[in-house]
């Protein structure tokens, strides 16, 4: 088994744990989620002025997801055609899965895109936990040559 893979462009894992650890010819993403890289920053969540989140933009957050898990596979030295697996969590599955299967379809599905099995669950909290909480975060696997 390899060492964990760091990625320097995606967010700083939020406990003891790589981004990705390959395993013979595949690659295993820890859970990413769409907070940006040096900071607590979570795209398309709105604060009221005690910082508390008031209302947050689920298509911002699987974009910057998306892009964030775009970024360890490259720095792993596989690419995004290489999914094969993708375990979702969504926080608030009646509200968020409509927006949430549509920008996943412009990322995943058609020609020349991995189109690969897929999980999704609704889950009441992920880890980012704070006046913000992230309301998606996608596990990935991938191969890599």
């Not at 964030?68 to 926080?91: H, K, M, P």
Request: charged share 25%; hydrophobic share 40%; proline share 7%.
């Amino acid at each position: 088994m390899s060492d964990g893979i760091e990625s320097h462009r995606a967010p700083e894992a939020v406990g003891a744990y790589p981004h990705a650890r390959r395993v013979g010819n595949l690659l295993f993403l820890s859970g990413v989620g769409p907070r940006k890289r040096g900071t607590k920053e979570i795209p398309g969540v709105t604060l009221d002025t005690n910082g508390k989140m008031v209302d947050y933009d689920i298509e911002a957050q699987c974009v910057s997801c998306f892009e964030n898990i775009r970024a360890v596979l490259e720095d792993a030295g596989s690419q995004w055609e290489n999914i094969v697996d993708v375990l979702a969590f969504l926080t608030d599955m009646p509200r968020d899965f409509a927006a949430y299967n549509r920008i996943y379809a412009e990322y995943f599905a058609g020609p020349g895109k991995p189109n690969p099995t897929r999980t999704t669950i609704e889950i009441s909290r992920l880890p980012q936990g704070g006046n913000a909480p992230i309301a998606v975060e996608l596990k990935v696997i991938a191969t890599i040559d």
